[in-house]
C-alpha cells in the first residue's frame, strides 16, 4: 500500500487528497476511506495530517480567486459603515444616517450568512465504510501512542466523533477516559467534551455512570474553584442530555443544591441541569426543584401536554 511504500510520498498523496476533498474535487467516500487508513499510519506525520482532516472545524476556501475578490468588496463595504459610523455624529440628519447604517450592516449580515457552509471534513465522518471497526482500530493505536500526549488527544476526539455519530458501541473507551479526566490535566476540558461526544442514546446506561460518577467527584466538590465546579456540572449535563438514565436519582439531588452557590456560573450550571430533568424525569428532582407541570415545555416552545419528546433533547456538541 501507498503508506507502506515511502512515507514522503504519502503524506504528499495525502496532502493532495485532502486538499482536492476540501475543494470538492474528489468528495466521495473513496477518498475519505483513504484518508481514514492514513489514521491508522505508523508515521506520526501522516497520522496527524490525517486526523486533522477529521477533526477540523476551520472554513476552509473551496474557490481561493474567487474569494479573493469577494473579501475585496467585504472589505470596501466594511470601509463604508466605518465612514458613516464616524460621519454620523458630526452632521446633521443624524436619524437618517444611522438608518442607512442599520441597513447596510443588515446586508452585510446577510452575505455572511450566505457565504457560511459545512465544513467538508466533518461530514466526511459520514462517508466512512465501517465505522465501528474503524473505531476499534483507533483505540488499539491509542497503547501504541507513547510519545506525544497531543496526537493521542486528536484520536480520542475523533473516536468521540465517530461513536457519538454513528453510535457505536465502544465500551472500554470510557473508562479509558476516566483516566485522563482530573482538573489537574491541561486539557481537560477537551476530555470532557470527548466524552460527552461520546454519549449517545443507545449506550447502556451502565456503562455511563461511572463515568457520571468521577466526572462528579474529581470536578463537583467544595474544595474546587467554582470554574472548575461549573465545567463540572455543564459536564454533566451535557453527558444527561445524550443518555439521561445514566444520571442516579441522589447524584442528581446533589447537584441541584449548587443552585445556592455564591457563584454565578456553578448555580447558572446547576438550574440548567434542574431545568434539564424537569423536561425528561420531573420525579428525580426534589419536590421543591420540580416546578409546575409543563412550566419548562412552555418557555421552550414545545408541547405543554403529552409525553415529553425526547429526540429533541439529544444534540452534538460543537470544538
Given at each position: 500500500?501507498?503508506?507502506?511504500?515511502?512515507?514522503?510520498?504519502?503524506?504528499?498523496?495525502?496532502?493532495?487528497?485532502?486538499?482536492?476533498?476540501?475543494?470538492?474535487?474528489?468528495?466521495?467516500?473513496?477518498?475519505?476511506?483513504?484518508?481514514?487508513?492514513?489514521?491508522?499510519?505508523?508515521?506520526?506525520?501522516?497520522?496527524?495530517?490525517?486526523?486533522?482532516?477529521?477533526?477540523?472545524?476551520?472554513?476552509?476556501?473551496?474557490?481561493?480567486?474567487?474569494?479573493?475578490?469577494?473579501?475585496?468588496?467585504?472589505?470596501?463595504?466594511?470601509?463604508?459603515?466605518?465612514?458613516?459610523?464616524?460621519?454620523?455624529?458630526?452632521?446633521?440628519?443624524?436619524?437618517?444616517?444611522?438608518?442607512?447604517?442599520?441597513?447596510?450592516?443588515?446586508?452585510?449580515?446577510?452575505?455572511?450568512?450566505?457565504?457560511?457552509?459545512?465544513?467538508g471534513s466533518f461530514l466526511a465522518v459520514h462517508f466512512l465504510?465501517?465505522?465501528?471497526?474503524?473505531?476499534?482500530?483507533?483505540?488499539?493505536?491509542?497503547?501504541?501512542?507513547?510519545?506525544?500526549?497531543?496526537?493521542?488527544?486528536?484520536?480520542?476526539?475523533?473516536?468521540?466523533?465517530?461513536?457519538?455519530?454513528?453510535?457505536?458501541?465502544?465500551?472500554?473507551?470510557?473508562?479509558?477516559?476516566?483516566?485522563?479526566?482530573?482538573?489537574?490535566?491541561?486539557?481537560?476540558?477537551?476530555?470532557?467534551?470527548?466524552?460527552?461526544?461520546?454519549?449517545?442514546?443507545?449506550?447502556?446506561?451502565?456503562?455511563?455512570?461511572?463515568?457520571?460518577?468521577?466526572?462528579?467527584?474529581?470536578?463537583?466538590?467544595?474544595?474546587?474553584?467554582?470554574?472548575?465546579?461549573?465545567?463540572?456540572?455543564?459536564?454533566?449535563?451535557?453527558?444527561?442530555?445524550?443518555?439521561?438514565?445514566?444520571?442516579?436519582?441522589?447524584?442528581?439531588?446533589?447537584?441541584?443544591?449548587?443552585?445556592?452557590?455564591?457563584?454565578?456560573?456553578?448555580?447558572?450550571?446547576?438550574?440548567?441541569?434542574?431545568?434539564?430533568?424537569?423536561?425528561?424525569?420531573?420525579?428525580?428532582?426534589?419536590?421543591?426543584?420540580?416546578?409546575?407541570?409543563?412550566?419548562?415545555?412552555?418557555?421552550?416552545?414545545?408541547?405543554?401536554?403529552?409525553?415529553?419528546?425526547?429526540?429533541?433533547?439529544?444534540?452534538?456538541?460543537?470544538?
Open positions: 500500500m501507498l503508506f507502506k511504500a515511502s512515507p514522503i510520498a504519502a503524506k504528499i498523496a495525502i496532502q493532495i487528497m485532502i486538499e482536492l476533498y476540501r475543494k470538492h474535487v474528489w468528495n466521495d467516500a473513496k477518498t475519505v476511506n483513504i484518508i481514514a487508513d492514513a489514521c491508522l499510519s505508523t508515521n506520526n506525520k501522516i497520522m496527524v495530517a490525517a486526523l486533522t482532516f477529521f477533526l477540523s472545524n476551520d472554513p476552509q476556501n473551496t474557490e481561493e480567486d474567487g474569494n479573493d475578490s469577494e473579501d475585496e468588496n467585504k472589505k470596501e463595504k466594511a470601509k463604508k459603515i466605518s465612514t458613516m459610523v464616524r460621519s454620523a455624529g458630526f452632521t446633521k440628519k443624524a436619524k437618517n444616517k444611522m438608518k442607512k447604517l442599520e441597513r447596510a450592516r443588515l446586508v452585510l449580515r446577510k452575505e455572511v450568512k450566505k457565504k457560511r457552509k459545512p465544513e465504510n465501517d465505522p465501528q471497526t474503524f473505531a476499534e482500530r483507533l483505540y488499539k493505536e491509542l497503547g501504541r501512542l507513547n510519545d506525544k500526549f497531543e496526537i493521542k488527544l486528536m484520536v480520542m476526539q475523533l473516536i468521540a466523533r465517530v461513536v457519538g455519530i454513528h453510535q457505536l458501541f465502544l465500551f472500554n473507551f470510557y473508562p479509558y477516559l476516566q483516566k485522563y479526566l482530573s482538573h489537574s490535566q491541561v486539557h481537560c476540558t477537551k476530555i470532557l467534551a470527548a466524552a460527552a461526544q461520546a454519549c449517545h442514546q443507545l449506550c447502556p446506561p451502565d456503562v455511563i455512570e461511572p463515568l457520571l460518577k468521577h466526572i462528579a467527584n474529581t470536578f463537583i466538590s467544595d474544595h474546587q474553584t467554582s470554574e472548575v465546579m461549573a465545567v463540572g456540572i455543564n459536564s454533566v449535563r451535557e453527558i444527561c442530555v445524550r443518555c439521561p438514565l445514566a444520571m442516579e436519582k441522589d447524584l442528581l439531588q446533589d447537584l441541584a443544591q449548587y443552585k445556592k452557590h455564591t457563584d454565578k456560573g456553578v448555580s447558572m450550571a446547576a438550574r440548567s441541569v434542574i431545568s434539564l430533568f424537569r423536561t425528561i424525569n420531573r420525579s428525580m428532582l426534589a419536590k421543591v426543584d420540580q416546578g409546575k407541570p409543563g412550566e419548562n415545555m412552555a418557555e421552550d416552545g414545545r408541547q405543554t401536554t403529552g409525553p415529553p419528546r425526547h429526540s429533541t433533547l439529544f444534540l452534538e456538541l460543537s470544538s
